[in-house]
């Protein structure tokens, strides 16, 4: 995602302007703590849990649809998941912000110290007008809304382990470090998540299938020496991150790259990885910036090709009987957010039975997000 630096730079730039008189009024006052009520939702069909708050997204008047990264693409995916009948709006399970103690069990205490400062913020995100607000405006305006996600990874990782699918609508952010952010990600959410779960006892070992099109770099350093925790990366070779981490098994594969050819490398690779990881979770990262007209990558994958992927790697663990948390990670083509719902909705209807086959969607952008989606 950080092949195009300069380009990133000039989006959160556009990003970062507006937040300082929106920080006094307007659209701010929606993440006003009276608004945010973290709840339980439902299972659905006592096999899958879905978890989403709107305070994932971040509302900058219009100007975030600058950015690369599609904030609204979260409440998108919620929003067809009610219209289309996989879920009703109570079956949302809505997160609390990661506590500080979490945050610790992934990163320095300096790190979180870093976070105080504009400029280091700035920096961590590599957007130097973020630098010229007010520390406090980018807590609230953009902070929040990664601990908001990164709580929702651990709520799904606990739900996984209750009913054997737990979905986070949002999270993935695979290039946090313990010491750093970058690739736009702060907050390393599914190490927190897995040392949660291991800090009480629920799970010793874990797998990390990292299917993003770039390299889970910080999730590898995080795990690093770890022998709990066996990190698996299928990514393109010879773009960010540059030069990449270690994960216990890199698979870099060079364009051209299709449906078959991903399929054929996934499926080759897995199951022997999951025999040797002995999971008591599996995470699948799954972003969607394999497609082929993502901007920030060069595979060739079509959206039936990544839902294939998607419940190709769910399936392997669920009919071992291992628990999945799955995240949404990277994407960044106009198209990702349907992408990402046509596979969620496909997970939904192959492992906890709801309605069969996704609808092709019309563009929803108008839609009204159901009332009880928080
Ligand atoms: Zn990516």
Known sequence: MATANVRRSLHLLLLALPLCPLCCSGCMSRFDAATYRPRDGRLVNDAAAVVY????????????????????????????????????????????EVTRD??????????LASLGSSKNVARHLESKGMKLLPARSLDEGVLATFRASTGGTIVAARQALRCGLGI????????????????????????????VLQRE??????????????????????FTGDDDVFTFSIHE?????????????????????????????????LPRVIRAAKPDLVVVLA????????????????????????????????????????V???????????????????????FAGTCSEPSVLAPSAGRTAPAAVK
């Open 287 to 326: 972003g969607v910036d394999t497609y082929r007209d993502d901007p920030l990558a060069h595979f060739d994958m079509t959206a039936r090709g990544i839902q294939d992927r998607d419940a190709y790697a769910v399936g392997q663990a669920r009919e071992r009987g291992i628990p999945v948390l799955y």
């Open 168 to 195: 986070n609508l949002g999270g993935g952010y695979h290039h946090a470090h313990p010491d750093h952010g970058e690739g736009f990600c702060i907050y390393a959410d599914v190490p927190i998540a897995v040392r």
């Open 237 to 269: 070779a010879g773009i960010y991150p540059v030069p990449k981490a270690r994960s216990d098994l890199d698979v870099e594969l060079s364009p051209p790259v299709d449906d078959e050819r991903y399929l054929d490398v996934l499926k080759h690779h």
């Open 328 to 350: 949404t990670s990277g994407g960044y083509s106009p198209d990702a957010w349907q992408i990402q719902y046509r596979s969620i909705a496909n997970l939904l209807a192959t």
């Open 102 to 111: 979490e945050l610790l069990l992934a990163h320095t205490p300096q790190y």
């Open 53 to 96: 708050s709107s305070r994932y997204e971040i509302d900058l008047a219009g100007l975030e649809r600058f950015h690369p990264f599609d904030i609204h693409k979260y409440g998108r995916i919620a929003r067809a998941l009610v219209a289309d009948g996989h879920l009703k709006p109570s079956d949302f399970f809505v997160p609390a």
């Open 201 to 222: 006892g629920l799970i010793r070992r874990a797998l990390l299938v990292d299917l993003d099109v770039h390299q889970g770099n910080g999730n590898a350093v995080c």
